[in-house]
């Protein structure tokens, strides 16, 4: 079976930008990755810089080539005869694929592969059968969607082979990640036995298996953190493997400890005699130098507390027990040669 990395985050963590990076990192070598979209935002389409996504399978990318670079994957690094390996060692990156997962073409693949309905479950979604059916039951729809990745996980081509390396899902956030997971649970009340109810069970057979990870996509503030806390107790509860944090959008410390110190203290006589020596005006009283030292102080202490917020809030990500990587924040935005930029930063810090 593929691994099934399952990316969630709380709104605004740039969970999707996460998710399209690490299927990045994960196809170099030769690698196919599948990267799927599941809350019909179109997110994936505009993040690559491609026309929106359709219902089905589509290469969008082609992953960084790697140089000596660790194995990604659980099928460990090609050999040496491998065609994915280019001369000198570099080893050609692989292929990214996406889908954009619609829950009512999903239910028309579904009572096609087990009803054969053919042309009646066209009739169906013309008559807003489809639409009424994955409304009144929610449970049903998260069954689909998360089918759909995991049929993706389990395909073989007619040589025996997976079809994909990996799966990558751009999951719901992580406020309801363990309900949408949690999908046997959901449709409990609807189906005891029959295709749905077994369909139900082999979901949860890969979601609970040890190729199964759910990254959790979070910023140094406090209600990402939090909400970040409560997904991974949530998950352990339902028995669901957590793989690691992704700590997004970092942003370095400007003054190291001895000179927040100095911000802490308001340090003005310091301020104005460094800024004379640097041409900034006379150290005297009213004199240019003078004048700059309170906004240049308050933004350094801004600074400084900002800094100690995010340590604390890193201490308490550290105190959860998970690997932890860390992506900085990209000032110009998130084009595509930022995400393969994003990309190389988590492959360097090993293996997701």
């Given at each position: 079976m593929s691994r099934l990395h399952v990316v969630s985050g709380k709104g605004g963590t740039g969970k999707?930008?996460?998710?399209?990076?690490?299927?990045?990192?994960?196809?170099?070598?030769?690698?196919r990755t599948l990267?799927?979209?599941?809350?019909?935002?179109?997110?994936?389409?505009q993040l690559f810089e491609t026309e929106a996504l359709p219902y089905e399978e589509r290469k969008i990318a082609v992953g960084p080539a790697s140089e000596g670079a660790a194995p990604w994957g659980p099928s460990g690094a090609p050999s040496?005869?491998?065609?994915a390996r280019g001369g000198g060692g570099r080893r050609a990156g692989g292929e990214v694929h996406a889908l954009a997962i619609?829950?009512?073409?999903?239910?028309?693949?579904?009572?096609?592969?087990?009803y054969k309905l053919g042309s009646a479950g066209r009739a169906?979604?013309?008559?807003?059968?489809?639409?009424?059916?994955?409304?009144?039951?929610?449970?049903?729809?998260?069954?689909?969607?998360?089918?759909?990745a995991c049929e993706a996980v389990r395909r073989k081509d007619k040589n025996g082979k997976f079809v994909y390396d990996a799966v990558v899902m751009d999951a719901?956030?992580?406020?309801?990640?363990?309900?949408?997971?949690n999908v046997n649970d959901e449709v409990a009340g609807l189906a005891k036995i029959g295709p749905i109810h077994n369909q139900a069970q082999a979901v949860m057979r890969v979601l609970k298996s040890p190729e199964t990870a759910v990254h959790l996509v979070t910023l140094l503030e406090e209600m990402p953190v939090q909400e970040t806390a409560d997904g991974v107790e949530e998950l352990r509860a339902a028995g669901i493997?957590?793989?690691?944090?992704?700590?997004?959008?970092?942003?370095?410390?400007?003054?190291?400890n001895g000179d927040l110190d100095i911000a802490a203290r308001d340090a003005r006589g310091g301020v104005a005699k460094a800024l004379s020596q640097a041409g900034l005006g006379g150290a005297r009283r009213g004199g240019l130098a003078e004048r700059l030292i309170d906004p240049l102080l308050e933004q350094a202490r801004e600074h400084a507390e900002r800094v100690e917020l995010e340590r604390a809030e890193h201490a308490e990500l550290t105190a959860l027990g998970l690997p932890t990587y860390e992506l900085e924040l990209l000032?110009?935005?998130?084009?595509?040669?930022g995400l393969y930029h994003l990309a190389r930063d988590l492959r360097k810090q090993g293996p997701i």
């Open positions: 999707t930008t996460v998710a399209a990076a690490l299927a990045l990192a994960l196809a170099t070598e030769g690698r990267l799927v979209e599941v809350e019909g935002r179109q997110g994936i389409a040496a005869g491998d065609p619609d829950a009512e073409r999903a239910l028309l693949d579904y009572l096609q592969m087990f169906l979604k013309k008559l807003g059968a489809i639409d009424f059916a994955t409304t009144i039951a929610p449970g049903l729809r998260d069954v689909l969607l998360t089918g759909k719901p956030p992580t406020g309801r990640i363990t309900r949408f997971l493997p957590v793989g690691s944090i992704v700590i997004n959008m970092t942003r370095p410390a400007l003054l190291d000032p110009e935005g998130v084009d595509l040669a």
